[in-house]
């Protein structure tokens, strides 16, 4: 059974920064493209940024710069640092797996998400 447990959201003033980290179980985890994705209130879930197996990595135009993927293969742990956070980072982050569709169909397994407030 694959997990995902995200963890280090909060809430954090307008150009503070998190990290936030993402835990997998029960799949080959380098193996697997890694994404973050985020959703705001009345909003449509979107991409942040994602890493391939490799290493490649791709970010959204409005994190370019300020957000940071990496991964951990012998924690089997995704992370983003986030930087210079801005209000319109507000959202649930959500973590996801899958093996194809890197960068932006990485969406096979799903975590639970957890929030990011920032304010302003």
């Known amino acids: 059974q694959v997990q995902l447990v995200e963890s280090g959201g909060g809430l954090v003033q307008a150009g503070g920064s998190l990290r936030l980290s993402c835990a997998a179980s029960?799949?080959?985890?380098?193996?697997?493209?890694m994404g973050w994705y985020r959703q705001a209130p009345g909003k449509e879930r979107e991409l942040v940024a994602a890493i391939s197996s490799g290493g490649d990595t791709y970010y959204a135009d409005s994190v370019k710069g300020r957000f940071t993927i990496s991964r951990d293969n012998a924690k089997n742990t995704v992370y983003l640092q986030m930087d210079s956070l801005k209000p319109e980072d507000t959202a649930v982050y959500y973590c996801?797996?899958?093996?194809?569709?890197?960068?932006?169909?990485?969406?096979?397994?799903w975590g639970q998400g957890t929030q990011v407030t920032v304010s302003s």
């Open positions: 996801a797996a899958g093996r194809v569709g890197f960068p932006t169909s990485v969406r096979r397994y």
């Open positions: 029960g799949l080959t985890f380098g193996s697997y493209a």
